[in-house]
Structures are given as structure tokens and as C-alpha cells.
T-cell receptor
Framework: AQTVTQSQPEMSVQEAETVTLSCTYDTSENNYYLFWYKQPPSRQMILVIRQEAYKQQNATENRFSVNFQKAAKSFSLKISDSQLGDTAMYFC??????????FGAGTRLTVKP | ETGVTQTPRHLVMGMTNKKSLKCEQHLGHNAMYWYKQSAKKPLELMFV???????ENNSVPSRFSPECPNSSHLFLHLHTLQPEDSALYLC??????????????FGPGTRLTVT
């Protein structure tokens, strides 16, 4: 079974600074997808960024980028120029070539003014 | 935030009650999901529907009964729940093609409390 591990239950960062959230996963599959989702307090879960395992290039979405290390089964999220609105729970997720998505336990990120 | 809607947003029910959660997606997707989100635990996938057909049932107790009458609507019928079933229940949808599914879009969730 695929498992997703987020080793940092809580993190904090100063506004405008950079923070990296860690995620590792375990799988024997070669083709799969990885995601980072954001769940702000009392608000809906939204997709932040996605990465296809067959792509070597790291995905980037504005201030959000990933460091995808396939051999190490690592998928970290870097948030640059942190903003107060980035305060949220961040979930790393893994999905094979079907609809079964597995989530990590989440990292609670607080951006401090 | 209107792509996937869920009602009710909050529900308190006794262990002998019968209630239903409703989810509706306005995105034209063909796959829908139910997840359970408990404090300090990863999201748990409960049920998956592709083109109205159930394709995943991750060992969910029979007191949870899903129904998908069409590709836009998904229900979760609840009966004789236990206090440990109290959680946030999230609905999601995605576009699936030839068994390959893309990112999922989530609703706001129903906060369920079983007393």
C-alpha cells in the first residue's frame, strides 16, 4: 500500500520569508502523480501544485515550487515570499493511475507578521 | 468556491438517527469521492464513483451507504453511527479519462457530530 509521510506537524515562518514543507512517500509504482493541497482555517481544500512522476522538471506555480526527488521518493514544497494568507494546513498527496488518492497527515503552517 | 457544494455544513445526530449528506458538483466531472477527515489523521478515502459506478470501497462500515444517482450528485446515507464517526466529511470530484484521473476539487465539507 502507498503511504505518505509528512514529518513536520507544525511549522511557522515570518512574512516574506521562504519555507519548505517536507513529504516522503512509499510506492513500487513508476507512474504516479503527486499533489500539494492547502486547507485554510474553516475553508475549502484547494490544489496548490501537482507533479507527474514521469516529468523530471520540478513544477512551479508562482510563489510555490516543488523539489521532486523520484529516487529518494521525496516531494517537498517551497513557498517563497510567504504571505499571511498562506497560513493553512498543507497536505501532500499521492495518486496512482486510478482514482485512489492517499494523503499525508498534514503540516500546519503559520505565517507570522 | 461554488464548484463543489455540500449540505448541510453542520450536522448533529444521535446514534439511532438516519440522516444523509449531499454533494453536488458543477464542474462537469465524471468521478466523485467521499473522504473522512478526523483530527490528527490523514484524510481517509471512503468511496469512489466513476460514471455513477462505485469503483472503490475502502472497508467502510455498512452504517455508511453511498448513492450516486448521476455524475453531478453524490449522497452519503448515515444510519446508527457511533461517536467515533464524528468528523469532517469531504466530497470531491475530478475528471477521469480511461482510468486516469486528474486533480480533485473539494467541497467545504460537512462537520458531523454524533452524540
Amino acid at each position: 500500500a502507498q503511504t505518505v509521510t509528512q514529518s513536520q506537524p507544525e511549522m511557522s515562518v515570518q512574512e516574506a520569508e521562504t519555507v519548505t514543507l517536507s513529504c516522503t512517500y512509499d510506492t513500487s509504482e513508476n507512474n504516479y502523480y503527486l499533489f500539494w493541497y492547502k486547507q485554510p482555517p474553516s475553508r475549502q481544500m484547494i490544489l496548490v501544485i501537482r507533479q507527474e512522476a514521469y516529468k523530471q522538471q520540478n513544477a512551479t506555480e508562482n510563489r510555490f515550487s516543488v523539489n521532486f526527488q523520484k529516487a529518494a521518493k521525496s516531494f517537498s514544497l517551497k513557498i517563497s515570499d510567504s504571505q499571511l494568507g498562506d497560513t493553512a494546513m498543507y497536505f501532500c498527496a499521492f495518486m496512482k493511475n486510478n482514482n485512489d488518492m492517499r494523503f499525508g497527515a498534514g503540516t500546519r503552517l503559520t505565517v507570522k507578521p | 468556491e461554488t464548484g463543489v457544494t455540500q449540505t448541510p455544513r453542520h450536522l448533529v445526530m444521535g446514534m439511532t438517527n438516519k440522516k444523509s449528506l449531499k454533494c453536488e458538483q458543477h464542474l462537469g466531472h465524471n468521478a466523485m469521492y467521499w473522504y473522512k477527515q478526523s483530527a490528527k489523521k490523514p484524510l481517509e478515502l471512503m468511496f469512489v464513483y466513476n460514471f455513477k459506478e462505485q469503483t472503490e470501497n475502502n472497508s467502510v462500515p455498512s452504517r455508511f451507504s453511498p448513492e450516486c444517482p448521476n455524475s453531478s450528485h453524490l449522497f452519503l446515507h448515515l444510519h446508527t453511527l457511533q461517536p467515533e464517526d464524528s468528523a469532517l466529511y469531504l466530497c470531491a470530484s475530478s475528471q477521469a479519462h480511461r482510468g486516469l484521473s486528474y486533480e480533485q476539487y473539494f467541497g467545504p465539507g460537512t462537520r458531523l457530530t454524533v452524540t
